[in-house]
């Protein structure tokens, strides 16, 4: 179950990044509800996950091994990458 978890959360995190930055046009209510729920489910997802993970290894997962397990890695990465390819574009745009 944690691999399925990890292949959605991949799979919300795609949706998230197609509409941030691949819908054309100018960002309106649907990229934003579009992209904060794919955020969201993936962070849900990669949560999940991660527990299944750190309690794979350990008895007991504990918010050090949550934070370190591969899913919650990934998540975190990509919320930096999406925070700082936001960033750009915003500072572009200026």
């Not at 691949?22 to 209510?29: E, I, Q, R, T, V």
């Not at 999940?48 to 919650?72: I, Q, V």
Request: aromatic share 14%; hydrophobic share 65%.
């Amino acid at each position: 179950m944690k691999w399925v978890l990890l292949a959605l959360e991949l799979l919300m995190l795609f949706a998230a990044n197609n509409a941030l930055f691949m819908l054309p046009g100018h960002y309106d209510w649907f990229n934003a509800v579009a992209a904060s729920t794919g955020i969201l489910l993936a962070a849900l997802f990669a949560w999940l996950s991660s527990k299944r993970f750190a309690e794979s290894s350990t008895a007991g997962a504990r918010w050090k091994k949550l934070a370190a397990a591969p899913p919650a890695v990934i998540w975190i990465f990509m919320m930096a990458l999406f925070s700082a390819v936001g960033l750009m574009k915003v500072l572009a745009y200026r």
